[in-house]
Structure formats: structure tokens, C-alpha cells
């Protein structure tokens, strides 16, 4: 195929994460020829990316407490849940020879814990039922014509396939192949986009009492204890009840999974009012009236900090935070210490960017889309996956979600093609 001869195809998938592969099952089942395009060198690079800890397939917990994770757009998901939800991703992998087991926290995993095993048997089944994949073909959007515009490693491609599924991810990870460019294009030809925000983030503190001037941790908090989780800690804010749990000290602020428990909370409350505070336990396994007791001992010619971690053991960085947050004053004043340890308030001032997070909120909404996720504004495309306005927190909910828009997205293809 000579460069800008416009290649005619029957169905062209834009992205080969979840979403895209899944549809990409269903579409060839019903026996369409189905290419798969991807700007990478190989598919599935975010999929393995998550698996590297460990890869968190989906939730045990019941169907009505898995659809409230995504809060204000579970009336939109669970119609999606419906059609592949958390047990039947495990009878799917199960089909592809991976079996697997819920974690005490009621995530599932592969029994190996592995990703790449599971993706390995499932493009191989993909090639089976006669899907192709182009790779190294980043989608740039439509020419004049209507005609998908790809620039390949021998220059510009044009494809018009009968339908095209749209799935690209969201703008979380970009060096991956999800950069959120398709926002723009599709918003020009009238499709109504959420802006694209990070979900599942960290973020920067806002001014200290070791650091008054500006955002940020002191250069010497920063130093020593930056990359280090905090933990046993428990965590309350605007809207959050309270959680145990553990997060990790960043340069500038602080991520991990107690924090992304809360991001979309934090976040919004930011975009609303400039800043966001939280509340630290630094001792939720004892009570008010056992730390103030431990406090207010006498430490005879101890200094604070040795009394602190003899009396509670409080370890280097809890007491680098107390330092880092209350004044002088406060420190030496029983009372309040002993309340700050138990209701330790920490104001952020902004997310970590979009590019920087596990995941990301906003896309098209769903108030654009038919019920089979089709874009009302460009009859015949389809849209899966994190492209999509919606967010949950992680613990499978993600992918799960992901991977049912890929199903019904490819259910919603073919009603349209049968039409």
C-alpha cells in the first residue's frame, strides 16, 4: 500500500488497552474482520503496567456496592456492569486458563499475580478468531473525507472502515499511549468532552509551619523523608469518613492508596476553593484520653522527641510531620500536641498533573452517547473505555469498567451494522 492510498476496512478499533481488546472479542465472535490500531510497538502496555504490583482484575464485593464506587455516573455504569461484571471477568479469564483468587481485602487477582500471562493467552486467541493488528499507527484524527488518518513508520495511512471504535484511554500515562490528544478532535466535530482531570493522584501540600512562604514541604523534610510510606495512619476530610490505611511522602506532598481513596474529593474541593484540608491520625490505634496521658509524663531532661518515641512510639518521620506542620508552640503545649496527633490537619493545594496519575476523569459523556455507546454527533463511531466521563477509585473497579464499555460498545456496533 503506497502512502496516502486510502485502505478500506470493515471494522478499525483505535487502541489496543482493555476496552479496545475486548470489543475487538466480541466483534470477531460474530465473525467481522477487525483491525486493531495502536501507537505503540505492542498492545496492552498500560494492562501491563498494572500488573507489575500485582494485577488487581476486579472487586468480590456485591453488584450494588461495586455500581456506588462510581458515585454521581453509577447510573450510567451499571447498565455496563450488567452486561460483564467482576464474576464474569474472572470466568472470562478463566477461559483463557487463568485462574484466580480473592485477596483479603476482597480484590481479585491472578493466581500468579502476573498480567503478562493473561495478556498472552488472550492476543492469542484474538489472532485465532482472525483479528489483525497494526501497531506504530498513532491515530490523528479524520481527513476531509471522513477516512481515519494514521501516521505509520512509512509515513501517513488513511483507512474508512464501515465503523470505527474509539478506544484511547484517558490522559494518565501518556509515555503509554494515552495523551488525551483525541479530546480536541472530537470536541470539533461537536462532541461534549469533560475536561480531562487526574483521578487516583497525589498532591502538593500547601504552606507549612516549617514552610510559610510557599507550597511544598521544607527542604529538610523533603530530604529525609520523601519516598517513605506513613503508616499505621488514618485519614478523614470534607465528605470522607474516616479510613485506616497508609500513604507514602512525596517531594512536594503525598500520594499512595489512602490519598487516592479520596483524590476525587480532594480535587474538586481544590477546583472549588483553591485548597483542601485533611485530617491525620497518627495514632488511630489509641485513644484521645491515652495519648494526652502519654504526652503530658514528665520527661524529666528528655527532649520532646525522645519522650515522644519512648512514651508512644512515634517513629522518625510521624515527629518529622508534627515538626513539619505545628509551630513551636504547639509543640510544647500538651494539649494541643496531644490533639494534633489524633486530628493532624494537612492542607493541599493542588493534584499531581493529569499525566502523573493512575487514572483519569472526565472524557465524553455519557449524555453525547446512544445506549450502545455510540456518538450521537458521528454516527458509526463508537466509544470505550477511559475515554469515558467517569472515575472509581482503585481496586479493580477500573478495569472492570473498561472492560464491560469494550462489550457493550461492540454489542452497540453490531445492532447498528444489523441495521
Not at 10 to 23: F, H, K, S, T, V
Not at 352 to 357: F, K, S, Y
Request: contains cysteine; proline residues 6%; glycine residues 10%.
Amino acid at each position: 500500500m503506497h502512502p496516502n492510498e486510502v485502505l478500506m476496512a470493515d471494522i478499525a478499533i483505535i487502541g489496543g488497552g482493555p476496552a479496545g481488546l475486548m470489543a475487538a472479542e466480541g466483534l470477531a465472535a460474530a465473525g467481522h474482520a477487525v483491525t486493531v490500531f495502536d501507537a505503540k510497538p505492542s498492545v496492552g502496555r498500560k494492562f501491563l503496567l498494572a500488573g507489575k504490583g500485582g494485577l488487581n482484575l476486579t472487586h468480590s464485593e456485591p453488584f450494588e456496592l461495586f455500581v456506588g464506587r462510581f458515585r454521581e455516573r453509577a447510573t450510567h455504569i451499571e447498565p455496563l456492569l450488567r452486561s460483564f461484571d467482576g464474576d464474569m471477568l474472572r470466568d472470562w479469564a478463566a477461559g483463557l486458563g487463568v485462574e484466580t483468587f480473592v485477596g483479603t481485602s476482597g480484590r481479585v487477582f491472578p493466581t500468579d499475580l502476573k498480567a503478562a500471562p493473561l495478556l498472552r493467552a488472550w492476543l492469542h486467541r484474538l489472532r485465532a478468531a482472525g483479528v489483525k493488528f497494526a501497531i506504530r499507527h498513532r491515530w490523528t484524527g479524520w481527513a476531509e473525507d471522513g477516512a481515519l488518518r494514521f501516521d505509520a513508520p512509512d509515513g501517513e495511512r488513511l483507512v474508512k472502515p464501515r465503523a470505527t471504535l474509539l478506544a484511547l484511554g484517558g490522559a494518565s500515562w501518556p509515555q503509554l499511549g494515552s495523551d488525551g490528544a483525541w479530546a480536541p478532535w472530537l470536541a470539533a466535530r461537536g462532541v461534549d468532552i469533560a475536561p480531562l482531570q487526574p483521578a487516583n493522584c497525589g498532591f502538593d501540600v500547601g504552606p507549612t509551619a516549617a514552610h510559610p512562604s510557599g507550597a511544598g514541604w521544607s527542604e529538610r523534610f523533603a530530604t529525609e523523608f520523601a519516598g517513605q510510606p506513613i503508616k499505621p495512619v488514618a485519614l478523614e476530610a470534607e465528605g470522607f469518613a474516616k479510613r485506616a490505611g497508609e500513604f507514602v511522602i512525596t517531594a512536594t506532598g503525598i500520594e499512595g492508596s489512602l490519598v487516592y481513596a479520596v483524590s476525587s474529593l480532594l480535587r474538586d474541593q481544590i477546583t472549588r476553593t483553591g485548597s483542601a484540608t485533611l485530617h491525620l491520625d497518627l495514632l488511630p490505634q489509641l485513644s484521645p484520653e491515652r495519648v494526652f496521658t502519654e504526652v503530658r509524663h514528665p520527661r524529666g531532661s528528655r527532649s520532646l522527641s525522645s519522650h515522644l518515641k519512648s512514651r508512644l512510639h512515634l517513629n522518625p518521620l510521624k515527629l518529622g510531620l508534627l515538626h513539619e506542620l505545628l509551630t513551636r508552640e504547639q509543640m510544647l503545649d500538651p494539649v494541643q500536641l496531644a490533639a494534633a496527633m489524633k486530628h493532624l490537619p494537612l492542607t493541599l493545594h493542588a493534584p499531581r498533573p493529569v499525566a502523573e496519575a493512575i487514572s483519569t476523569a472526565g472524557g465524553v459523556r455519557f449524555e453525547a452517547l446512544t445506549d450502545g455507546l455510540m456518538l450521537k454527533a458521528l454516527p458509526g463511531v463508537f466509544v470505550a473505555g477511559e475515554m469515558l466521563d467517569w472515575e472509581a477509585p482503585t481496586g479493580g473497579y477500573l478495569l472492570t469498567a473498561s472492560m464491560a464499555s469494550g462489550r457493550v460498545a461492540a454489542q452497540g456496533l453490531l445492532d447498528r451494522l444489523a441495521a
